[in-house]
């Protein structure tokens, strides 16, 4: 069997690796691609929140729902409307320190991560601001 005159003493790419030079894999490319999709996901919510005084929001679930083509009924009723004590039930429910640490607490975060030995004992920390 004989050698085509077009390859001998050609060298295949990374040939460099017998003279002593070892070529790492590329890695910029998908760390650009890391980088560019965590700015993305920093960004996002800057980016939806405006739209939010335009249309109305929406939740998960009832994304899923409208999905699904089952139907989704809201009434909206003005903050007026709603007796006060109900508003704060609702914060409460939610974050009941949350007047008292503008808007993040840290304490509950700290707590969090020291209550966290496994992932299955892992809880959130997070606020109503931080949701």
């Known amino acids: 069997m004989s050698i085509p005159m077009s390859r001998v003493g050609k060298r295949r790419s990374g040939g460099n690796?017998?003279?002593g030079i070892l070529r790492l894999p590329n890695v910029?490319?998908?760390l650009w691609g890391v980088?560019?999709?965590?700015l993305l996901l920093l960004v996002a919510p800057y980016l939806i929140v405006p739209l939010y005084?335009?249309?109305q929001p929406a939740s998960t679930v009832m994304?899923?729902?409208k999905a699904l083509g089952k139907p989704v009924k809201r009434?909206?009723?003005p903050l007026s409307a709603i007796d006060p004590d109900l508003a704060r039930a609702v914060i409460v429910a939610e974050d009941g320190r949350f007047c008292s640490h503008y808007g993040v607490d840290f304490n509950q975060i700290q707590d969090a991560i020291e209550?966290?030995?496994s992932l299955e004992d892992m809880r959130g920390?997070?606020?109503i601001t931080q949701q």
């Open 53 to 55: 005084a335009f249309g």
């Open 17 to 19: 690796i017998g003279r």
């Open 125 to 127: 920390g997070s606020t």
């Open 115 to 117: 209550d966290a030995d």
């Open 63 to 65: 994304l899923w729902r």
């Open 75 to 77: 009434t909206f009723v």
């Open 28 to 30: 910029r490319r998908p």
């Open 35 to 38: 980088l560019i999709a965590a």
